[in-house]
């Protein structure tokens, strides 16, 4: 039986289509929070983009779980030129350098901290953290700050969306396929 140009079978197909992409859609938003769950970089003392007043004594980057400390590399760099002697040591979830050695200065300077560190889960984190010293700009408290967001991280979110997207574009050419079938028949 013809309605409206669609066969009750091209209805039942349509309906369990559509079922298919509900499932698939709601898949990979629990796939997106399981993702998101890796580890990440929640904290880091100086924070992105900060200014200080002096060079800090050292570098920390805090993590939402502990890192493997075989894994982990830092470079330091002041002006564009790499820093010596910059060892990076992990305490769990939080890799701290020490940056005592960087002599005072008079002038202001750019200093980029490039890390990459293994999660205990194998997953990788890598990111750069870009901050100042100024002698002009006011003393810092030292506090940890959560302001790491430009330095690096993963977002599983955006990773789902992407496959969601792929996945509709899929499911929406086999709509239109198997209609042109029903209509040609």
């Not at 979110?157 to 499911?171: D, E, Q």
Request: positive net charge; contains cysteine; aromatic residues 4%.
């Amino acid at each position: 039986m013809i309605v409206n140009g669609f066969t009750r079978v091209g209805a039942a197909v349509r309906a369990r289509l559509l079922v298919t992409l509900l499932l698939l859609t709601l898949g990979q938003f629990t796939l997106a929070t399981g993702a998101a769950a890796h580890t990440g970089l929640v904290g880091c003392s100086p924070g992105y983009d900060a200014t200080l007043a002096a060079a800090p004594k050292d570098v920390r980057l805090t993590f939402s779980e502990p890192v493997r400390s075989e894994f982990v590399e830092m470079t330091v760099r002041v002006d564009g030129t790499a820093v010596p002697g910059t060892r990076p040591v992990v305490a769990g979830p939080v890799v701290r350098v020490d940056t005592s050695a960087v002599p005072a200065d008079t002038t202001p300077r750019e200093w980029e901290v490039a890390y990459r560190v293994v999660a205990s889960d194998g997953h990788p984190i890598n990111g750069t953290l870009r901050f100042a010293t100024d002698p002009a700009a006011p003393a810092a408290t030292g506090e940890v700050s959560a302001a790491c967001a430009g330095s690096g991280g993963n977002s599983g979110v955006a990773k789902a969306a992407a496959v969601t997207g792929g996945i509709l574009l899929v499911l929406g050419v086999a709509v239109a396929v198997i209609r042109r079938r029903v209509l040609a028949a």
